[in-house]
Structure formats: C-alpha cells, structure tokens
C-alpha cells in the first residue's frame, strides 16, 4: 500500500468526529566500528502509522506497525475507543485545517541505496588513517531514507521524501583523543579522509594534557560545542508549552535583549543546507522563525494545541512526532545560529588567557529558567595564552547558563556546520566572554 | 513460530554463518497520562517485527523487518549476511563466543492483575484523583499524573539450539507537581523522577499509593520555592534510596559494562576506568560497599529468563567488600577473559541488536536503620529524588542534582533545601561511604530510560539501595 492508500483506510474506518494519520516508514542502516575495525552493522526498514481520533474535545492515540488493511481499520477503532473513554479537554480546538505547503527537495537516491560496502569503505578509511600513525578510531556511519505522510480528516494531506547521511569518529592515542563528525543528506558529501585528518590533528595537539583549575574563563567553542548550546535552550523551553507551564528560559525574558547583539538564532525547516522538512507532524507549513533576534528573545515555536490555548496565535510549523506517550510540545528541530565575520584563528589570537573546547559531553539541565547546564568538555581542551594555544589540558567539568554564556558572546564564525542532532543543528564556532568550570578530572 | 525461526537458522546455515540467532517480538505499551485536571496523553502502541543477527567468519551482520512473512524472513536474512560480508572488509579481532548456548523453555513474569485488564475509566479515575490531590495547593502551577503498562511476547532461536519464549510485563507510572514563581520553579516527583517502573503488574503502582502521597508532593513542590539554596561546600552527605540508586546506575552500573571496556562503546556511550587489570585488584568502595547485578529479583527491570542471546538469568558480584570483582558481560567478551556470560545483552526491541547492559545492578543493604544515621549525623545534608545527572566518557567524574534536600544538623532533620548538587571522582565518592542503610529500608527502583548504542537503544533498568552515608562530599555546586 501506498501512503496515501493507508491513509484513506484509516480515514475511511474511522468512527470519530476529526482523525488524523501519521505515517513515517524508514530504511536505516548503521555501520559501527571500533578498535579499527567494524563490530556492528545493522540494517531496519520499518514503518509507524500513528492515529489520533477526536471525539468533541477527547483525543486518543494509537499507534501500530501493521499496515495490512484489517490491521489499519482496528487501529483507527481503537483510537476511537480510547477518545471515546475520556472526559473532554476544552484547551483543545480540533486538528488544524489544510494550508498550502512549501516544496522542499532533499532527497538523494545514492543514499537512499547506499550499499553496506560503501559505508563500510568511509569506516574504513578512517580506521587505517588512525591504524597508520597508531591511533585507535571508533565512530559510526549512518545512510537513511525516510517518508513522512500527514493527513487529517479536515483535508491535510503531506507527504515528503528526505534521506540522511552522518558519519562521526572519535580517535584515540594514548593520552588524547579528537573527535569529527559530518551530516548531510547526501552521503557523497562525506569526506573520511578530511573527517580522519580533522580528529587526528586534535590527537596531537592534546598529547600529554595538564591539570588545569576550575574557574571563570573565556572560552572558544568549536561548532560541536556551540551545537550543544542550540540543543539544550531548545531542550529548555523554545516551544510554547515550556513557556505556557513557567519553566523555560524564554518565560521573563521574551522581548528583552537578553544575548549579545551579534546572536541570532532562527528555526528554519526549508533551508536546504540544513536536514529540510516543509511541513510538521500535523502537516502545517514550515518557514524561518527567528527565536532569538540580535540578542533579543522573541517567541516561542507553536503547535496547534498550544497556539490554542493563547489568544491571537497560530501554529508556526512545529508540532512534534506524535507519541501515544506524552504531548512532548512543539520543538525546533532545524536551528541555525547565524554566522559571523570572525575566523576562529582571529578569535584565538585575539584572547589573552582562555580555553579552546572541541566538544561538551553528557550535558544536563540543572535548572531550566536560566538554561543552566552541567556537563563535561571531551576530545579535546587546550589552553590559550597570549593569542596561541599554549597547551592541552584534561577535560573539564562546567555548570553554566546557557543564556548567560549567550550574553557574552564576543564573536562568532563564518562558517556553519550542519550536524544531525535530534532534528538538524546549523552551528559556527563561536567566542564566549566567560564560562564558569567547576571541576576537573583525572 | 519456529516455522520462522527455523526458515531462518536454516538459510542462514546454508550460507555458511558461523553462528545466527533470530529474535521475533510483538510489544504493546498503553500509556495513560493526565496533567491539570485533563487527560494529556492516552495511547496504544504496538510494534512487532524481528531481527536476525549472523556471524560470518569473524564479522557480524545484522538485519531486521516489521513484516513477519517467509519471504521476508528469506530477504532479511540474506541481507544480514551480506552485511556481515561488508564487515569483513574491515576486520578485527577473532570472535570467540565460548560455550554454546542451548537453553530450552518459558518464562513469564509473574504478575497478580494484569495491567491491561484494569480498564481505562479505572485507571483514569485513579490518576485524576492522585492529580487533584496535587493541586489542592493553589501554589501548583501544573500537575501531572501517569501510568505505563508494557506485554512483550520474545521468541529467541539460535544455530546452536537454542529455543526460549518468555513474556514480560511492566507497569509503572508516577506523579508529579511543578511551582512556579517569578522567577524559579521547581518540581516535586513521586515514587521517583523519570518513572517509577518495573517487572510486574497493576499490583506494583497501587503499592505506590499515588494518592496518598500526592497532597505532600503538591505541598513540597510550593514549600520549594521560598526555600535557601543548598549551600555550597564540602559536608556529610545522606542519599536517599532512589538517588542512591541512580548514582549506582551512572558510577557503578555502566563502567562495569564490559563493551566499554574494551572500547567499542568509545565514539557514543564512552568508555570505563575499570580496566580489566583492575578486575580483583582495585578498591573501589569502602569495605560496607558491596554491589550486584542479577536479573532474578522480582520487580526488577532488568529481570527476565534468559537474555537476548538465550544465556539464563543469573546474579554476579560487582564489588565485594569494597574489592572490585566482575563485570557485566556478553558471550563474545567474556570469553576474551576466559569467563562465561552472565547473560547481560539486551535488546530494545527486534529491530535493534543486543548490547551489553545493565541487569539489576544493586547496592547491598547494610546494617543502619536510617533514623540511626541521621542521629549519627552531626552536620550535613539529606538529599533525594533525582533532578539532573551527569558523568564523564570514563565514569570518574560525576555531578547530581537532586529535587529536593533537609539540613542534617545535631542528628535531627532541619530545613528544607532547594537546588542541590553534588559531585565527586567515583572510587573517593565510594570509598567514603560509611553507613549504610538495612533491609527494612532497601528497595529495587526501576530506570526506564537508559540510552546507549547506535542507533540508540533505550533500556530499562533495575537498581536497589537503601539511604547511604557519605562523608566529605561537595555539594551546592549552582550559579
């Protein structure tokens, strides 16, 4: 069956006032490997059909991977039967209406069909540039090709193909280690040799690495760093149901200038440069959002739910994966940090004293209303001193404001990397005044 | 359905695998959710398909299908095959599985009321209740109430003979209040944070007793805002159970995976400064410490009859008397150190392969009763109830946060404290442990969200304790 054949089936055996079918189907294959070799290569191909019946005001969900059409009838009575069983909800007004689409084309039929050989050729370049000069690589290389339908019994009907490529390593020598990553849809765009060379050029700038104090410092992120940023203030509150619940870093600060002037962040699901998507999970048009605007806070991103329960609003394009589990909300899931004018070579040579971080790990919120985070540096930290790296340094642990980290930003890239997140992160490297560090490791 | 198992063991032989293993699975989860008086969140979920994963030579392979149909079983095998054969191309180390696995039978999680036979009225009725009592506290902002409930029906066959069915039940759920100010808020969760969750049924959340703690909760959550910040420095720290059992999961749990270990977890979960020369040559707590993992306990997460590669149930010594003593292990790296699987990989579902994971890795109860350690206690602080956690690549170097804390002053409680933290280097953290608590206080919490591998796999997870001392912790490690 097609999509819209599963569609039309559930819409047809529908029993409820409103319903709505979600279709994702998937072909993922992954090869990892490690210790210079592969250890696991894995292949899925899968689909998900998600039904949400409204009945009034009550919705159920259910969700199945059985497609055949007895399957998709008693799915669309089972979400029936579920909303039929609640008390109603009058916070929510009925699934959106149909609104024309954007076209987006990010589809690449080499990834799509991407051979196991072909992965296995990018895990093995890497592997023998770290073998060559005795490093160890670990890493993974990841080809997708993903279809999405929306439809609703109001009209809405989207569909769209996309593909997805990532490839990241992390090499190790005997005291250090450096980390690359590269994503795209287009596993062509891949280079394993410039992604090798990339890791092993922080492998030997961090040999033998120092204690270093925890403290107060100014820090130069490299975009793996900065995309941790991204993640986490969209993690705490960039979608409306934080802020409408009181506890996102958005709520006080919406219409203040609360960053550097030089930030902007915009949420972008038609950018072809990043992971594209032209429409969210109930099927409403994407467009650019800017979240943040020059250092100052605008609005959060809407579904249809929250956009309801606020006088004026309407969804921007960004309800999430439907789940039977919990209503996540709406997410951003295409930021862009919008570049600079400053090379990182300037932005080195231009700090007295300062730490040079690849990359942050294991990061946690520890209070959301500032956006503080806990985590550990990895792969790579070096001291700066006098406008050079001075010297590499064992990894540090920091607990942080992201905003505030944000509203000292001196200087930011000119060059984004895009990186395969939850959804996609467009990030430059980026220069921050000061960074609190508040213990080491061995 | 060893029609199917076997069509796939046998194309899988005539290709010349060394070994093969197939797993078929069916899962339904049905989750209940309710926030402020509404229902939130009430769905259904099914998903079944199965995985076939082969070793050819030295390399593996992998493939998995929803569609459970012969030919499908022919394709994907064949695929995995082919994928073990791209493998092959970047070679490494000799893959010795030890002894064949040939377990033969049926297990099933013992349950009194099955969680899908309560009716949804029912359950609903019981959660708005638990989320009203929440709110008669007009200082909470947002009350949410929820329940899970888990079947999974596993098949598992292997080349060597294996044949095993189990069914597991879970059920879980929790409660929790969110205050909010001008500017802070704080939540309040009940039994746990993230879900309170294990092998069982209805049986194991009425036990919980949602509604009656949920007034305390609501109130907690209120009381949290006007309370000091949990000062910084260097104190006496009492953990209570179910952060206890976290710190387990995080400093304990994942370093005695034996896959990171040998760094095949390196580029994405990390690695272990449990190196095998340490193995019955390191101290790694005090001498009370005394730490398992098993996957017999009933109501653990980690609880089953067999793992997904047919090794049984079983339990194994982590840390004894301190000394660290064993790992959690698959057949193919347990054989690396001349041992035996203890039956630690565990998939997520059948289109995933099996990792090593943790079982139930639990502390030991000791011998304090938990008034005792707190009389005990001249200055310090008492903490609970997770709130953020974080922990280096190696799992040295780590920092919590907890929801909620009292001022330990002369062995009485005090104060209530807001925004606790505290951090710490492992095997120091360990070795400072002085007291801990005893049985009456020991309980087996449930992790339903532990991530790891690529593409990610989220397990869940067992892990008992009872409140433990700590001594010269720093906490209070907040801007």
New interface residues.
């Given amino acids: 069956m097609n999509f819209r054949q599963i569609a039309d089936s559930v819409l047809k055996a529908s029993a409820a006032q409103e319903t709505e079918v979600v279709i994702m189907a998937q072909d993922d294959s992954l090869t990892r490997f490690a210790n210079n070799s592969i250890h696991q290569n894995v292949t899925e191909s899968n689909v998900q059909v998600t039904v949400r019946s409204v009945i009034d005001t009550r919705v159920g969900t259910a969700v199945s991977n059985d497609i055949r059409s007895e399957s998709l009838s008693r799915l669309a009575q089972r979400a029936y039967e579920l909303a039929k069983l609640q008390p109603p909800n009058p916070e929510f007004k009925g699934l959106p209406l149909p609104q024309p689409l954007p076209s987006v084309a990010a589809f690449d039929q080499a990834t799509a069909e991407c051979a196991p050989e072909t992965r296995a050729a990018v895990a093995g370049t890497i592997c023998r540039e770290a073998a060559g000069i005795g490093c160890i690589a670990a890493g993974s290389v990841t080809t997708a090709a993903v279809r999405v339908c929306v439809a609703n019994s109001h009209g809405v009907f989207a569909e769209y193909q996309t593909t997805a490529a990532d490839c990241s390593t992390v090499i190790m020598g005997s005291t250090s280690s450096g980390w690359a990553q590269a994503s795209g849809w287009k596993v062509n765009e891949i280079i394993p040799e410039e992604l090798a060379g990339e890791a092993l050029t922080k492998v030997r700038l961090g040999t033998e690495p120092k204690d270093f104090p925890p403290g107060e410092y100014t820090v130069i992120l490299d975009p793996y760093a900065t995309a941790n940023l991204l993640e986490m203030l969209a993690f705490d509150g960039m979608g409306a149901l934080a802020v409408q619940e009181g506890r996102s870093w958005m709520n006080t600060r919406s219409g203040r200038k609360a960053m550097a002037g030089i930030v902007t962040i915009v949420d972008d699901g038609l950018d072809v440069s990043g992971l594209p998507m032209p429409f969210d999970f109930e099927g409403m048009p994407k467009r650019a959002v800017p979240i943040v605007e020059s250092g100052v806070v605008m609005d959060p991103v809407y579904d249809s739910f929250t956009a309801g329960r606020e006088p004026g609003k309407s969804s921007t394009g960004h309800a999430s994966p439907p789940s039977p589990a919990v209503r996540y909300g709406p997410l951003p899931m295409n930021l862009f940090l919008r570049p600079g004018s400053t090379e990182l070579n300037d932005m080195i040579r231009t700090t007295k004293l300062g730490i040079y971080i690849t990359r942050f790990w294991y990061t946690r919120t520890v209070h959301p209303r500032d956006a503080v985070v806990t985590g550990m540096t990895r792969d790579g930290t070096f001291v700066i001193r006098d406008g050079e790296i001075a010297y590499p340094i064992k990894s540090l642990r920091f607990t942080q404001s992201y905003v505030e980290a944000l509203h000292d930003a001196e200087a930011i890239g000119p060059r984004a990397r895009v990186l395969r997140s939850g959804g996609a992160l467009s990030v430059p490297p980026v220069k921050l005044g000061k960074f609190r560090f508040t213990s080491s490791t061995r | 359905m060893d029609e199917f198992t076997s069509r796939a063991l046998n194309l899988a032989t005539m290709k010349g695998v060394r070994y093969a293993d197939i797993r078929i699975i069916d899962t339904r ?1 049905q ?1 209940v ?1 309710v ?1 402020n008086g ?12 199965f995985g076939v994963r082969v070793l050819v030579g030295d ?9 459970l149909t012969y030919t499908e079983i022919e394709r994907v095998t064949s ?1 995995a095959v ?3 054969k ?2 092959a ?5 000799k893959v010795d599985l030890g002894s064949p696995v040939q377990s033969r039978g049926r297990y099933a999680t013992p349950v009194r009321i099955d969680p899908f036979s309560i009716s ?2 029912d359950k ?1 009725s019981f959660l708005f209740r638990a989320d009203q009592e929440m709110r008669r506290n007009r200082g909470v ?2 009350s949410e109430a ?1 329940t ?1 409930a888990v079947r999974q029906e596993k098949t598992f066959a292997n080349t060597e003979g294996a044949f095993t069915a189990q069914t597991i039940f879970e059920s879980g759920g929790g409660i929790a209040a ?1 205050a ?1 100010s ?4 704080q939540i309040r969760s009940y039994p746990n944070s993230f879900r309170y969750q294990g092998t069982g049924g209805w049986e194991y959340i009425v036990n919980a007793d949602f509604v009656g703690n949920a007034a305390r909760i609501g109130d907690e959550a209120v009381a949290l805002l006007t309370a000091p910040v949990c000062p910084p420095g260097e104190t006496t720290l009492v953990i209570g159970s179910s952060q206890l059992a976290l710190q387990i999961h995080e400093s304990c749990g994942h370093p005695t995976e034996l896959d990171r270990v ?7 979960a ?1 690695r272990s400064f449990l190196t095998t020369d340490k193995k019955d040559n390191f101290r790694y707590g005090s001498e009370i410490v005394n730490l398992t993992a098993d996957s017999v306990r009933a109501t653990g997460l980690g609880t089953f009859g067999w793992d997904d590669e047919g090794v049984p149930a079983s339990s194994t010594p982590l840390v004894r008397n301190g000394e660290f003593t064993g790992y959690l292990m698959s057949r193919e790296t347990a054989s690396r150190l001349g041992l035996e699987s203890n039956g630690c990989m565990r998939a997520d579902g059948w ?3 099996p990792l090593i994971r943790m079982t139930n890795v639990s502390l030991e109860p000791g011998a304090w009763t938990f008034d005792d350690i707190i009389a005990d206690t001249d200055d310090g602080i008492f903490i609970d109830t997770n ?8 799992r ?2 780590f ?1 919590f ?1 907890t929801e909620v804390g009292y001022e330990i002053k002369n062995g009485k409680l005090g104060c209530l404290l807001k ?1 606790c ?1 505290y ?1 710490g ?1 492992t095997p120091d953290f360990w070795n400072s442990c002085d007291a801990i608590g005893n049985e009456q206080h020991w309980r087996l919490w449930g992790t339903p969200n532990c991530g790891k591998g ?2 990610m796999q989220t397990m869940g997870t067992g892990h008992g304790a009872s409140p433990a001392r700590f001594r010269n912790v ?1 906490v209070g ?3």
């Avoid at chain 2, 509404?38 to 079944?48: C, F, N, R, T």
């Avoid at chain 2, 191309?89 to 180390?93: L, S």
């Fill in positions: 989860h989750f959710n926030k509404h229902v939130d969140a009430l769905g259904d979920q099914e998903s079944q398909g390399a593996w392979g992998f493939a998995s299908s929803a569609y695929v082919a994928i073990a791209a493998s191309t970047v070679p490494g180390e949804l009225d609903l902002k947002v929820g899970i969110t909010v001008e500017h802070d808020v040998f760094g095949t977890e390196a580029a994405f990390g289109n995933r392969i709130r953020s956690w974080s922990i280096d690549d190696i040295l170097n920092q946060g925004n933290t951090g280097i690529e593409p720093k490690v907040f801007q």
